[in-house]
């Protein structure tokens, strides 16, 4: 197969960058997408060029290191898959693939195809953990975990971090991402204790990273390699409502001027006091 | 060099408590007076990070990914074993120890793998206090699963994506720390060299992965969690990142290399597909749980599996291990595999697969039952080979996984380099010649929860360390090395891509130190390594500058550590007068073609010290002595 890709270039963040499109023949239908690009790499290289600088790491579709808009879509047109798991098979012949790089104000761009994710680190750490210690813990079976409680917590600790969800949303939302880890928690007995409050702070981080609003359009889970349900939005809006009660004690609310991205209002828990 | 394993005294049982309690102590207000760099975020390296931050000390950590969350650990899948008898069938700390030193091949040091079998229990109380979703019984208790080389359900998974949840609670539980202020993550970050001041591990050199700068920092001690050593193979289950730099720029430093040709081929993978193949992907051990393995009795019968009736089908491990059947320890499918292939009955394009059949078991248990258990592993093949095995039989073929061999450690997981700890599978420790199903996940958390965080107190508590100035020679004349090196591989601008020498080095090793070796491979091996390596200095293309983000140039680093390593490797294998494990050399094989071991003259661990480029490693020896298990021919009929 001959394949015409159309990439997004751009050294850094500092420069403007554009489309190039280049040839790749003898594409092999069995390739995955990051092989056809390694390929396009080697003739780059031997050429004298600079490769496509590109994210990956696994290619086996768990890491979530890998990922870029094909033709318009997060991770292409196969549901349920990342780019490194994506074959040629499902492309035709002589077609043209435009790739380019996530897009949201949280996730700036580094080079080429690849962005800076490190606003989903942030994310976690201002709440995504049980707040237990190395030593601290009890015989494993004495929290006695319901069947579905521990398959739906699973569905939704299944996200790999990639960021399609981000990228698929019109406001660049993170919130199936937020969501996932606020419902993963929340379900499982060990989640309870913090529940409220992990809520509030990570939610809050979002926000604090620039990520849009949710306005449950529905983007992310048709793009997220894991599908990840929608559930999990509900989840984590439902644990931040009851949050904004039962810690209200706690939290400090400042009133901010409107943003074009934000609800207006930035809460900040005092880490120090108890519920 | 001596080795002194530094094993307390007194029955083995006891040995672990007994250390605990005679290791010094930092006092903890003390604790944030220390500093403590630890390269490598995943399993092993996310759980030391947390656990030391947690504890009190100030920890830098550095990754090369994005994230820590990037770590490989990520991509295992099937399970962590742990002796809690759960399922009343006959587990126990002991059995654990005993099948782990058995399943190794008697090459491991018994007092660390009984530690690890002790600490197993812990592990899983922590995961779950955690949060990490593992699979449930109806009654909300904990469900098992069996793994290879093992006659009991000791292991313990979340779907088929076990590695990923254990390594998201420690990843969580580091970011805990990152927001406490405990922990400082260096993410896009790249140990290229150690700092050894006063014969001890006093900091690293990294590479900025964005900008380029190099930079160094200095810490009280340092530990190595960079993982494994699969991919001087190229083609291997690896990530693509994976690489064995961080080990083998220490190794340069004084730090001793033990066991590096113990190198684990994990019998089911999804076979090779074409020359572009950039990795190969894992199909988890646990499937064997359920899967039969079989090939065609007939030589050459390319029929589709469903069209070949039971009678004309061999189902070859349960024909010759009646005992373990299918869940034989991944040395003996590996090389079985290999058996029937080159006999020609393989089967798929290449002739080079075997089939791992799920037909039985769909209809034993149902598609649901099997969909809870496996589905993202059924997915995942489908997405690749495009085949459906609820259909038809997966076909799958060996493949590099997994290192037994690394940096040798003490029982205190500290390296030949005072200061410097290595954990997880860049050490060499606990599973001997061969590493079972499960086991990996173990022993990574094991060190980083529950070892290294008192073992590096220890050492804090008992050194006196003088702080160390900016500019102190050895600071910059590691800094120099680097720099040195960096430029030279921007500067010889050749017309070969990294990629077509690893690719090559690849093949070398896979062919003449895989599976199975002999003297003279290994001997036509460690010349054509020297030739290419040679070719190599001299022809590298590496595009680009070093001063921005440039893949080639991070690939060609690790790539110029590969060429070294597998000479080591070939070496190594070559020394080696016998076959244990995984390690099997064609000359000493019993009549049925399992491995040979020579317990009088090869007991021990080969540790090896670098002497200079291009010069002879030096061997030394760590006698091993197995008092509680009894070396015997390992037998899994």
């Not at chain 1, 990051?34 to 080697?42: A, G, S, T």
């Not at chain 1, 579905?148 to 969800?165: F, K, L, T, V, W």
Request: glycine share 8%; net charge negative.
């Amino acid at each position: 197969m001959r394949l015409r890709l159309k990439i997004w270039r751009q050294k850094s963040r500092s420069v403007t960058g554009k489309f190039v499109t280049y040839s790749v023949e003898n594409v092999n239908p069995d390739m995955s997408m990051l092989e056809c690009l390694d390929v396009l790499n080697e003739d780059l290289i031997e050429r004298g060029e600079e490769p496509v600088a590109f994210e990956h790491d696994c290619r086996e579709g768990i890491c979530g290191s890998c990922g870029f808009m094909i033709n318009g879509i997060a991770h292409g047109p196969l549901p349920a898959t990342t780019v490194c798991q994506l074959t040629m098979r499902h492309f035709k012949d002589g077609e043209q693939l435009i790739l380019e790089p996530w897009r949201a104000r949280a996730f700036p761009l580094i080079k080429d195809l690849i962005v800076d994710r490190r606003a989903f680190d942030r994310i976690i750490a201002a709440g995504g953990y049980i707040s237990v210690s190395t030593g601290s813990a009890q015989d494993a079976n004495t929290i006695l975990v319901p069947k579905e409680a521990a398959d739906r917590a699973m569905d939704a600790a299944a996200c790999i971090g990639c960021g399609a969800c981000v990228a698929a949303c019109p406001n660049a939302s993170a919130a199936l991402f937020t969501g996932a880890k606020i419902a993963h928690l929340g379900i499982l007995p060990q989640g309870k204790p913090e529940q409220n409050r992990r809520a509030i702070r990570m939610v809050t981080q979002m926000n604090e990273e620039g990520f849009g609003g949710c306005t449950n359009i529905g983007e992310c889970t048709g793009v997220c390699p894991k599908e990840i349900p929608l559930e999990v939005i509900a989840a984590m809006n439902r644990d931040y409502f009851r949050g904004s009660w039962r810690e209200r004690d706690n939290i400090v609310t400042t009133i901010r001027p409107f943003t074009e991205w934000s609800t207006g209002s930035k809460l900040q828990i005092d880490p120090h006091a108890s519920s | 060099m001596e080795l002194d394993a530094r094993t307390p005294a007194g029955p083995i049982e006891q040995k672990w408590d007994r250390a605990r309690f005679e290791m010094k102590l930092v006092n903890p207000a003390n604790k944030r007076k220390h500093s403590i760099i630890v390269v490598g975020s995943g399993l092993a390296g996310a759980s030391a990070t947390a656990s030391l931050g947690e504890l009190g000390y100030n920890v830098k950590c550095f990754c090369f990914q994005d994230s820590p969350r990037r770590a490989h650990s990520i991509a295992a899948q099937g399970g962590i074993n742990a002796a809690k008898n759960y399922q009343n069938d006959g587990d126990s700390v002991y059995r654990l120890f005993y099948d782990t030193v058995k399943g190794g091949d008697f090459r491991s040091r018994e007092a660390n793998v009984y530690r690890l079998a002790q600490i197993s229990v812990h592990i899983i109380d922590q995961c779950v206090a955690q949060g990490v979703p593992f699979a449930r019984e109806y009654g909300g208790l904990l469900a098992n699963r069996s793994f290879g080389g093992a006659q009991v359900s000791r292991t313990f998974y979340a779907r088929g994506q076990t590695g990923q949840q254990l390594l998201l609670g420690a990843y969580q539980a580091l970011e805990r720390q990152v927001d406490a202020g405990t922990v400082t993550m260096f993410p896009r970050t790249e140990m290229l060299d150690l700092i050894v001041i006063d014969d001890r591990a006093r900091g690293i050199v990294t590479r900025n992965l964005v900008t380029g700068e190099i930079d160094t920092h200095i810490a009280d001690a340092v530990i190595l969690a960079t993982g494994g050593y699969g991919n001087v193979y190229y083609l291997s289950t690896n990530a693509k990142g994976s690489n064995a730099t961080a080990i083998w720029r220490a190794h340069k430093r004084g730090a001793l290399f033990a066991n590096p040709c113990f190198t684990q081929i994990h019998p089911t993978c999804i076979p090779v597909s074409g020359h572009y193949q950039s990795k190969l992907t894992l199909m988890s051990e646990s499937l064997r749980n359920d899967g039969r393995i079989w090939v065609p009795k007939q030589k050459g019968d390319k029929r589709p599996p469903n069209q070949i009736p039971e009678d004309e089908r061999d189902y070859y491990l349960e024909r010759r291990y009646p005992s373990f059947g299918n869940l034989v320890p991944r040395d003996v499918a590996s090389r079985n595999a290999k058996y029937v292939c080159d006999q020609g009955r393989g089967v798929g394009e290449t002739g080079l697969g075997v089939y791992l059949d799920f037909a039985d078991a769909i209809q034993r248990l149902g598609r649901k039952t099997i969909e809870e258990r496996y589905g993202n592993l059924f997915e995942m093949y489908e997405r690749i080979t495009d085949e459906d095995p609820y259909q038809v039989p997966m076909r799958i073929y060996p493949a590099i996984h997994y290192t037994m061999g690394g940096l040798w450690v003490d029982y205190y997981l500290m390296s030949t380099v005072p200061g410097l700890f290595v954990i997880g599978e860049a050490n060499f420790s606990d599973h001997g010649a061969n590493r079972l199903g499960a086991s990996a996940l173990m022993q990574g958390l094991s060190d980083g929860y529950f070892i290294v965080p008192y073992t590096i107190g220890n050492y804090l508590a008992t050194e006196k360390l003088e702080p160390v100035s900016e500019v102190h020679p050895e600071i910059r004349n590691a800094v120099a090395c680097v720099e040195q090196m960096t430029h030279k591989l921007l500067a010889i601008r050749g017309k070969r891509t990294v990629d077509s020498f690893h690719r090559e080095l690849g093949k070398i090793v896979w062919e003449y130190c895989g599976m199975s070796r002999t003297a003279q491979g290994l001997e036509t091996a460690i010349d054509e390594i020297r030739d290419l390596r040679e070719e190599y200095w001299q022809d590298v293309l590496v595009p680009g500058s070093a001063n921005d983000l440039n893949q080639s140039l991070e690939k060609a680093g690790r790539v110029a550590d590969f060429f070294e390593l597998a000479e080591l490797m070939c070496v190594d294998a070559l020394e080696r007068d016998e076959s244990c494990g995984a390690h099997f050399r064609e000359e000493y094989q019993t009549g049925d073609g399992e491995a040979q071991r020579d317990d009088e003259h090869y007991s021990y661990v080969a540790a090896w010290a670098y002497r200079g480029y291009g010069n002879r490693e030096e061997l030394s020896k760590e006698p091993l002595e197995f008092e509680y298990v009894h070396p015997s021919q390992r037998s899994y009929k």
